[in-house]
């Protein structure tokens, strides 16, 4: 199967690690398949502001070269390592309360989605990109007190533009979602060099991108694993 993380953040947005490092990391571990998906955070709130004020958000400015970056690294990551690179972003929603707090993957993505946009607007751009939308840390985390709820909370609402639910992240296992039985992936949601021992998933296809997307939508051959060192 393949060792997949659809999570990760590098210096575009809030992570600590320059992006060709990050892919070297991945590359030297073993990894089949990753996503880079750097932070699309919201400016119509305080906190989405400071965000942006501290460049910890790919804008509609610097996407372009972000998205290049990734694919140019996407082409050294399969010459050098044989892994793939997936692009792209978290759209993140973050207000002060937890309830009113969202973030999901767009995985392939290839055009900019603003993160002020509404929750349909934003899934139905997704679905005409033909990128795969995840739901992220989706219920409550430990540690950090930065919890999103708002999706699952309106679950019977957006469900149905949802390609997959993290089940896992980092360290947390979200029992929720498997009693849901939604689609599910596990990701690192990598920040430091140390993330990379997390929750991971497991594929069962072919390592191209449209067959990844298809292996998680369809969500059979599909397993999580705690990877550790
Ligand atoms: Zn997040
Ligand atoms: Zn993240």
């Known amino acids: ?24 990391i991945f590359g030297q571990s073993g990894f089949d398949v990753i996503a880079v998906t750097d932070h699309v955070v919201n400016t119509d709130s305080t906190i989405g502001a400071i965000a942006h004020r501290f460049q910890y958000s790919v804008t509609e400015k610097t996407f372009d070269t972000y998205l290049q970056a990734v694919r140019d690294e996407a082409v050294r990551a399969w010459n050098k390592y044989g892994m793939l690179v997936i692009p792209g972003i978290e759209i993140s929603k973050n207000y002060i309360s937890r309830e009113k707090s969202a973030h999901m993957l767009i995985l392939d993505v290839k055009n900019f989605i603003p993160a002020d946009w509404s929750y349909e607007k934003i899934f139905l751009e ?21 919890n999103t709820y708002y999706l699952w909370n309106n679950r019977e609402k957006y469900a149905k533009y949802i390609d ?21 992936i596990a990701n690192s949601d990598f920040h430091k060099a140390r993330h990379i021992y997390s929750w991971k998933t497991l594929l069962n296809c072919r390592k191209e991108v449209s067959a990844v997307k298809s292996c998680i ?3 059979r051959g599909v397993a999580i694993t705690l990877f550790r060192n």
């Open 126 to 146: 997704a679905k005409r990109q033909k990128a795969l939308t995840v739901a992220c840390h989706p219920h409550a985390m430990s540690g950090m007190s930065k």
């Open 1 to 24: 199967m393949l060792l997949c993380d659809f999570h990760i953040h590098t210096t575009y947005s809030d992570g600590s690690i320059e992006l060709r490092k990050t892919i070297d």
């Open 164 to 184: 997959a639910w993290e089940v896992a992240n980092r360290d947390d296992v979200f029992s929720v979602i498997g009693m849901k039985q939604y689609p599910y």
């Open 217 to 219: 939508r369809h969500n």
